[in-house]
C-alpha cells in the first residue's frame, strides 16, 4: 500500500491543467491531500488544486505629497496563504522607490513602500508578485 500511495504522488506531481483552447501549454498544479466521504468509511484522496494567482490591494497611505516628498503605500494580498514575494517598480523614470523594491509578505501583510518622484504627474510604482 505505501508503495501504491507513492506512486500516486509521484504521478500526481508530474501532471498538469488541461489545455484549454487558445491558451498556451498547460502550467502544473498544485495537489493536496483531503479526507472525503466513501462507502466504509472517510479516506483520504488527492485533489487538484489551483488557487491561480494571488490578488494584489495597494492603499496610499497619507495625502498627496508634494515633488520630491515621500509617499507610502501598503501592499496586502487578500485571501493569500504562505509567503509570497513581491517587487515595487517605478512606472516613470523619475519615480525612485526608498528603501528594499523586493519585499516578502506573509499570508496576506501588509508590508510597506516608500517612493517619491521628481516630477508632478500621474504615475508611482506598480507591484508584481513573483513565483
Same mark, same amino acid.
Given at each position: 500500500?505505501?508503495?501504491?500511495?507513492?506512486?500516486?504522488?509521484?504521478?500526481? !506531481?508530474?501532471?498538469?491543467? *488541461?489545455?484549454?483552447? !487558445?491558451?498556451?501549454?498547460?502550467?502544473?498544479? +498544485?495537489?493536496?491531500?483531503?479526507?472525503?466521504?466513501?462507502?466504509?468509511?472517510?479516506?483520504?484522496?488527492?485533489?487538484?488544486?489551483? =488557487? !491561480? =494567482? =494571488?490578488?494584489?490591494?495597494?492603499?496610499?497611505?497619507?495625502?498627496?505629497?508634494?515633488?520630491?516628498?515621500?509617499?507610502?503605500?501598503?501592499?496586502?494580498? *487578500?485571501?493569500?496563504? !504562505?509567503?509570497?514575494?513581491?517587487?515595487?517598480? *517605478?512606472?516613470? =523614470?523619475?519615480?525612485?522607490?526608498?528603501?528594499?523594491?523586493?519585499?516578502?509578505?506573509?499570508?496576506?501583510?501588509?508590508?510597506?513602500?516608500?517612493?517619491? +518622484?521628481?516630477?508632478?504627474?500621474?504615475?508611482?510604482?506598480?507591484?508584481?508578485?513573483?513565483?
Amino acid at each position: 500500500m505505501p508503495r501504491l500511495l507513492l506512486a500516486a504522488v509521484l504521478a500526481a !506531481g508530474t501532471s498538469c491543467a *488541461p489545455a484549454r483552447e !487558445g491558451v498556451g501549454p498547460c502550467r502544473a498544479l +498544485s495537489w493536496r491531500l483531503v479526507e472525503v466521504e466513501a462507502p466504509g468509511g472517510k479516506q483520504l484522496v488527492l485533489e487538484a488544486y489551483d =488557487p !491561480g =494567482p =494571488p490578488a494584489i490591494e495597494i492603499r496610499f497611505l497619507g495625502g498627496d505629497p508634494a515633488v520630491g516628498e515621500p509617499a507610502e503605500a501598503e501592499i496586502r494580498l *487578500p485571501g493569500s496563504v !504562505g509567503v509570497h514575494v513581491v517587487e515595487v517598480v *517605478p512606472t516613470r =523614470p523619475e519615480v525612485r522607490v526608498l528603501g528594499p523594491a523586493v519585499l516578502q509578505i506573509r499570508d496576506e501583510g501588509p508590508v510597506r513602500v516608500r517612493f517619491t +518622484s521628481d516630477v508632478a504627474g500621474k504615475g508611482g510604482v506598480k507591484v508584481l508578485v513573483k513565483e
